[in-house]
């Protein structure tokens, strides 16, 4: 898919370019997977386990294959006769006793058992999607229901259901990191030590695009091609082909628009496994797309953790330690990246943007009856940040302190940095209280007080809160960045990130602007051909911007030096004569010159090229990239009805260190986005499951989203320093939003609230919640 700017003036770094796909996309000229017809096509629909918990005794199609359009039904005999393997599960870590996390298989239709209600246990394929769906629900299903377990806490108890026989106690991983020895001696001797019960609830994922696919097989080069929304096709199609048992350079993955996935997308699903078989066996291209009723029962739900927090201090109320205990939910199977989100990110990120000389986690990881959790727009750093944020405010509570004093005390200071945390990671870049003063004089928080005054007048509570965080982004990798001067004088950049919504085409636009000097709206962007890649990692974990921009960069510094050559030949001079600026070759000190679109022009037209050169194209492979540290402190304001119960976000400030801005409106608009999302987790989104394992919040009647119209006022700055870790000096900012959220705005409410007795409420703070701990502490 090509994005072309709508603007003719040259775009660099750190202007506010308009993205180039929204004109298209606004005009519904988009191309997204469900608009994909084939010729030829036929449907598939997934027959899904109506139990949580059974045995599988039986499936007989024989009712669907006589029904009109039905073109065959699979199930795990199929499949397993096809020889296709688990779905990816990437990561491996071991128990603090040194054993391997356990990683049951999981098969792309269910075999023997049955784990979660959506479980898919047969696939058919029809001429027509109503037929196929006619044809699902003729599928006779023999399935003995077994005891049901959907909390991780519940599941870890002596009798409770047994999800896998080779996984005792349904215990997946025994997490630990940190020195149990060291973090007792600082609590016991801690002149203040605040404990504290939290949870991050389990959310539905519920981007505005639902999962959707299409592949198609060639016989005769024995080649498939699979049309999906991802998270980046370079990884996709590695484990797709990984499960099929075929080789990459079989199978070419397609993605055009993307409407949302914040992490759901970046994985394998079952239905791609049996799109392609019924594609191979057919010999005709097979689409699915999800309802929306299927995908809040199947797509990778977020978050889902409860630990219980001990915060130690000295009588200043200096951080000595911090330990987390507590339970991480995987679900009925292992995401792909499990167990980064309960997990390895969990004291990665709590250590956050504070002196905290030590930390412990120790978190039990299991299995039940209930859809696989995987990662959501932060997986497990804004969970971290908001169990340490919670901790710091409630010790200020505890101890007289001013919150903003508290944290301001615990800064790590810019005359320390690079700093080596307790994390294990060393800190590049950073002026964290200049950040912090930044928020607190933007929020006005001297004149908080005269607001509570008035709300109070008005019948209403209110409340602020601070947020501040610290994010580690992805792990280091690598990314490709490719630069190709096409016949009609564009150049096309080549990288293996994937734009779902981040604007990709524009910032990464800018910075081969800034780089080459080519037009800002000559530049187009490929992403979504996995057959373009010789590397790609994918969008995710706030790297975007670092991965492919630095690709970019890089690429766009060969692209100079190969070029300085060549326009040695093109102009009939010596090398070392050449200088490059503003986007042209010349020769110093004379008036000849050549820009980089024309030299391109000239390579393709004939220009005795000197021995070794190929022309002006590059395919560049980075080195491996660290993660960064992007950071920032929120400050919220709420107001609450006590008739009610209700919450309302009423102010919204935020300061955020996302080192070089390459396009700072996408960056306001991405926080936006992210706070609104946090919002929806610390005040409404629910996930909840009744004993039987059924999901009693199935659709968007049970299960509430934010609206446009509870979105707050925003305020929003920047304080950027640089990262030097990578050649843009770019920090990721895609996650940010929620990791400053969700503890701004739940220690808002608290702070509401403890005049009235009340320290604490787990999200989501609903007004019921809200209206109940009022009413209790009345009594």
Known sequence: MLDTPDSTTNMTIGMSARRPEDNRLVRGQGRYTDDIALTGQAYGVAVRSPFAHGEIRGIDPSAALAMPGVLAVYTAADLDAAGYKSLPMLIDLNSRDGTPMRKPERPALARGAVRFVGDPVAFVVAETAAQARDGAEAVELDIAPLPAVTSAREALKSGAPQLYEDVPGNLGLDYHFGDTEAVDKAIAGAAHVTVLDLTSNRLVVNPLEPRAAVAEFDAERGHFTFHTGSQGVFGTRNMLAAVLGIDTAQLRVLTGNVGGSFGMKSTVYPEYVCLCHAARDLKRP???????????????????????????????????????????????????????????????????????????????????????????????????????????????????????????????????????????????????????????????????????????????????????????????????????????????????????????????????????????????????????????????????????????????????????????????????????????????????????????????????????????????????????????????????????????????????????????MLVEGQLHGGVMQGIGQALMEMTLYDEDGQLLTGSFTDYAMPRADQAPPFSFASHPVPATTNPVGVKGCGEAGCAGSLSAVTNAVVDALRPHGVSHIDMPITPEKVWRAMQTQAE
């Open 286 to 664: 097979v689409k699915w797309t999800s309802d929306r009723s299927g995908a809040f029962l199947s797509d990778g739900h977020g978050r889902d953790l409860e630990v219980t927090g001990t915060l130690a201090l000295d009588d200043k109320g200096r951080i000595l330690a911090v330990r987390f205990e507590g339970y991480g939910n995987f679900g009925a199977y292992l995401s792909h990246v499990s167990p980064i989100h309960h997990a390895t990110n969990i004291p990665k990120n709590a250590a956050s943007l504070y002196r905290t000389p030590l930390i412990e986690a120790a978190i039990k990881c299991a299995f039940t009856n209930t859809t696989f959790v995987g990662p959501y727009r932060g997986a497990g750093r804004p969970d971290a940040n908001y169990f340490m944020e919670r901790l710091i405010d409630t010790a200020a509570a505890e101890m007289g302190i001013d919150p903003a004093v508290i944290r301001k005390r615990n800064h790590i200071r810019a005359s320390q940095i690079p700093y080596a945390a307790a994390s294990g990671q060393t800190y590049d870049s950073g002026d964290f209280r200049a950040v912090f003063d930044k928020a607190i004089d933007l929020a006005d928080w001297k004149g908080f007080r005269a607001r509570q005054r008035q709300s109070r007048k008005d019948g209403k509570l209110r409340g602020r809160g601070i947020g501040s965080f610290l994010e580690v982004t992805a792990p280091p990798s690598k990314e490709m960045g490719g630069v190709r001067f096409e016949e009609d004088g564009t150049v096309t950049m080549i990288t293996g990130t994937m734009d779902y919504g981040q604007g990709h085409a524009a910032a990464f636009a800018q910075v081969m602007a800034d780089q080459l000097g080519v037009p800002f709206d000559r530049i187009r962007l490929i992403q979504g051909d996995s057959d373009e890649l010789v590397a790609g990692g994918g969008t995710g974990g706030s790297r975007s911007a670092m991965m492919s921009g630095s690709a970019i960069f890089e690429a766009s510094r060969k692209v100079i030096e190969k070029g300085t050559r060549l326009a040695g030949a093109a102009l009939e001079a010596s090398v070392d004569d050449i200088v490059f600026a503003d986007g042209a070759y010349r020769v110093a000190g004379t008036d000849l010159s050549i820009s980089v679109l024309e030299l391109a022009d000239r390579c393709r037209s004939g220009l005795a090229l000197p021995d070794g050169e190929t022309g002006l194209d590059v395919t560049h492979v980075t080195e491996t990239i660290p993660s960064s540290f992007p950071n920032g402190t929120h400050v919220a304001e709420v107001e609450i009805d006590p008739q009610t119960g209700i919450v309302a976000v009423v102010r919204y400030t935020m300061v955020n260190d996302f080192g070089t801005l390459l396009n700072p």
